[in-house]
């Protein structure tokens, strides 16, 4: 049997029909399917025998490897309808794009308290051994949940949050599950659109920490991580905005949302750009009312929710107002007095519509010696208002995670976490910009991370640990990071060009062409535009860099954020508050406001804006804690795969799987598993976990790794199994799991001989208090029947006393009766007869 080429399942399963021979033209083949097929003779792709299992070689190769684990994920997907397999460390997970009855209650309850490998590979398999480990050795642990768009990485996110909080149950507060979950479609609401490859595409990044305390869930914390602004404001064709405002304009007809003035999408310049106001999965309706609802159980208030809405609608309003050119030279702007989206956006947010006129198409500039207005052009004020749209929403988002998060904050705090990441997948479109650059910028990160976790340091650790190995290559991507953070890099020049006052798209291109064309990760397109390509991890991206300076500078009229700041709206002036703002800075921006009647001032201006980072810089900073935290963590590894690209359930691609495959190291992890040790501990943290399985004369040796090493080749006998180094002990994969239920064996036997003795004693300390119990109420008992036999013996003997003195005075009254009855009779009968007797004589 072997693996042969094929154009559209990548490798097929063939069996050679006919011997073969050195210098034969052709190999006869029967493939699975019992079609007959002639091949060239290609010995490296044929000569690699068809094993599924990939640990039976001992270190396959790459190209080798591919086959087998392509050929199993293909089954399984399509014949057992599995989508979830494990992959040497790794839980594969291809999206059916398909509801599947594999995460009822039930489910989780059947996984929880299992090792992995007891049932069906599945998320919950995973969720598991992540909580049992944080459980049993009190660290830290986080799910990486990586993938393209569209590959499923939201909704494993959300199922392994339902599968902690079901199983941790929750601590004290017992409405905090519902807090937890709540939480999902808040955040898809606000922080997911609809994308061509994707209808719930996630647009940010976020960081869900579920802390823990007592093996209950105590809070949770979400971080979040560069959302994707620029779509508030354009949206590219098939594509739609924030799923919040279609939400809004679908709800329009509900009473509480009558005086925003909304419509359907659309009637709006910012919901209608990709011409797909509707989504085939979505109902918008219903999903704000459980927008609405998730809102209600975090603690959001009616009036809030609706003031945040309110935003929301002025938003789309900005986008409608009218901004028409004095002139075809394009000197100068205007917008008209009457205009109907200018007076609901200034409605909405308490604000005068002449200083909106004004400020949209006119600039402040100070100079050392005064202050003057510059007119803008129609272009630079429609820059300008998209600008504050896209600032507004980015503080609509920043309020909304604080508020979540203030609902989910523990005060008691918590011992031990659980840390779920779920951030977008790398990106390559037909036209890749800013966004797509910081998206792809951030998988680089992870894919390094996931390197140096199992690649870089377990290599390495088997080195200083003296322990046989064979180096497995993988794919180093350091290169690309210092090529984009490294000094010089494409991050620094962009922010060296964002401070230049005339600094541009263009001459930034330049200065990249000029520092990394001789870079093998940096090309430069043949095209002449300004563009350059990166060699990414999982391929080549090209970029325009048409917006990169305007969108790290993250340039927000400060005039027109001064007006929202001086707002009635004591929440709308909350949401416009610079982080690090307090109280005072708040009530100082409403009093400069209102003392200008709207015009802001220097004073009104935020301290930091001088020193503002650009968004690229914030960006890598978010990502160092980002990487410093899941460094600190015992990762647990999820990749997901795009089957398709047409969204089809149950359709298998192999190309584009097997390209997966490989771009994000599943096939070099297997090889790792395959031939390494996976699984390691100090020789202390051995023996205070298995001392249970250690002999008394196994004890007796000098040292810790004595102990251990006689106690291994007890107990697991083959010495290919396990590794002695200089300071842990190395296992295959599977043999903790087996001298954990060696330790599991014997602890129950220690368990239930102490059971068996206690409830022995227990039984004979009940038994004897019974006994003592019973004789006490025998004695008792027979005492008083005792006593109650004399008094009826005593009253019997009286009974008798009295009935024989009563029948003999009865018996002697008769007999006396009697007796002078009779005397009187005989005396009378002898007078009669005296007297006859005298009468005859």
Request: with cysteine; hydrophobic share 40%; net charge positive.
């Amino acid at each position: 049997r072997v693996w042969i080429p094929d154009c559209a399942e990548v490798w097929r399963v063939a069996e050679i029909t006919r011997g073969y021979t050195e210098g034969d033209a052709v190999l006869h083949l029967r493939l699975d399917d019992g079609s007959v097929r002639l091949e060239l003779p290609i010995p490296p792709l044929w000569g690699w025998l068809a094993q599924l299992s990939t640990t039976a070689a001992p270190s396959p190769s790459p190209q080798a490897l591919a086959y087998p684990v392509l050929h199993s994920l293909r089954r399984r997907f399509l014949e057992a309808n599995a989508i979830y397999t494990y992959c040497g460390i790794i839980l594969v997970a291809i999206n059916p794009y398909k509801p599947l009855p594999i995460y009822e209650e039930e489910v989780i309850y059947a996984y929880s308290g299992r090792e992995m490998g007891d049932m069906d590979p599945h998320i919950f398999a995973l969720a598991e051994e992540a909580y049992k480990q944080m459980v049993r050795f009190g660290k830290n642990q986080s799910l990486i949940i990586s993938g393209e768009s569209g590959a499923g990485k939201t909704m494993s996110a959300k199922y392994a949050m339902r599968y902690f909080t079901t199983v941790g149950g929750c601590l004290g507060d017992s409405s905090m599950e519902g807090k937890v979950l709540a939480s999902s479609p808040i955040m898809e609401a606000f922080g997911n659109a609809k994308t061509t490859r994707n209808d719930n595409s996630s647009r940010f990044g976020k960081y869900i920490e579920i802390g823990f305390s007592q093996a209950h869930v105590a809070g949770a914390t979400i971080k979040t991580y560069l959302l994707e602004k620029s779509r508030v404001t354009f949206q590219a064709k098939a594509e739609r905005n924030y799923h919040i405002f279609y939400q809004l304009c679908a709800s329009a007809t509900l009473p509480e949302l009558q005086g925003l003035g909304l419509h359907g999408a659309e009637s709006f310049h910012y919901t209608r750009q990709g011409q797909c106001a509707a989504a085939q999965s979505t109902n918008d309706a219903a999903d704000l009312d459980s927008t609405r609802h998730a809102f209600s159980l975090l603690g959001v208030l009616e009036a809030d929710q609706l003031v945040l809405f309110s935003m929301l609608a002025a938003i789309l309003h900005l986008g409608n107002i009218r901004i028409r050119g004095r002139d075809r030279r394009g000197d100068g702007c205007f917008v008209e007095a009457d205009d109907e989206a200018l007076g609901l956006f200034c409605a909405l947010l308490g604000i005068e519509a002449s200083q909106v006129m004004r400020w949209l198409c006119h600039r402040k500039l100070v100079t050392a010696g005064e202050t003057y207005l510059k007119p803008l052009s129609r272009q630079q004020a429609l820059d300008s208002r998209d600008a504050l749209a896209k600032h507004m929403y980015g503080q609509v988002f920043r309020w909304m995670v604080s508020r979540v998060n203030r609902a989910l904050r523990s005060l008691e705090g918590h011992r031990t976490s659980i840390g779920i990441l779920d951030i977008y997948g790398f990106e390559m479109f037909e036209l890749n910009s800013f966004e797509q650059f910081c998206i792809n910028y951030a998988n680089e990160k992870l894919q390094q991370l996931f390197n140096l976790h199992v690649f870089k340091l377990e290599q390495e650790e088997y080195v200083t640990e003296e322990i046989p190995w064979v180096f497995v290559d993988f794919c180093d991507n350091q290169p690309c990071i210092e090529l984009i953070e490294g000094r010089l890099g494409i991050l620094d020049l962009l922010n060296e060009e964002c401070k230049m006052p005339q600094g541009s798209d263009g001459s930034w291109a330049q200065k990249l062409y000029q520092t990394h064309l001789n870079s093998s990760h940096f090309q430069k397109p043949k095209r002449p535009t300004d563009a350059f390509i990166v060699c990414h991890f999982a391929g080549k991206v090209e970029y325009q860099c048409d917006g990169f300076v305007e969108k790290n500078r993250d340039a927000v009229p400060e005039e027109l954020v001064g007006l929202l700041r001086a707002s009635k709206s004591a929440l709308l002036a909350e949401l416009f508050l610079e982080e690090g703002d307090g109280p005072m800075s708040l009530q100082s921006h409403r009093t400069s406001g209102s003392r200008l009647s709207g015009r802001p001032s220097r004073r009104s201006l935020p301290s930091s804006q001088k020193s503002k980072k650009s968004i690229s810089s914030q960006f890598k900073a978010s990502l160092t804690r980002l990487m410093e935290m899941l460094g600190s963590t015992t990762p647990h590894y999820i990749r997901c795969i795009k089957p398709n690209d047409g969204k089809q359930p149950f359709v298998f691609d192999s190309r584009r799987a097997v390209e997966q495959l490989r771009a994000c190291g599943v096939l070099e992890t297997i090889r790792i598993s395959a031939s390494g040790y996976p699984s390691r501990w100090t020789y202390q943290e051995f023996l205070e976990r298995y001392r249970a399985l250690v002999s008394r004369e196994e004890l007796m040796g000098t040292h810790e790794k004595q102990i251990c090493s006689l106690a291994l080749g007890r107990l697991l006998q083959d010495p290919s199994k396990y590794q002695c180094g200089k300071s842990k002990v190395f296992f295959r994969a599977g043999q903790v799991a087996y001298l954990e239920e060696l330790r599991y064996r014997r602890l129950r036997a220690a368990c239930t001989l102490l059971q068996r003795h206690l409830r022995g004693w227990l039984a004979r300390r009940r038994f004897g208090r019974a006994r003592a119990a019973a004789i006490c109420l025998q004695r008792h008992a027979r005492g008083m029947l005792a006593r109650r036999l004399a008094r009826m013996l005593r009253r019997t003997r009286a009974a008798v006393m009295l009935q024989k003195t009563l029948r003999m005075v009865l018996a002697r009254r008769s007999y006396l009766r009697t007796r002078q009855a009779v005397i009187t009779i005989q005396a009378f009968a002898r007078g009669m007869f005296a007297r006859h007797l005298y009468q005859q004589v």
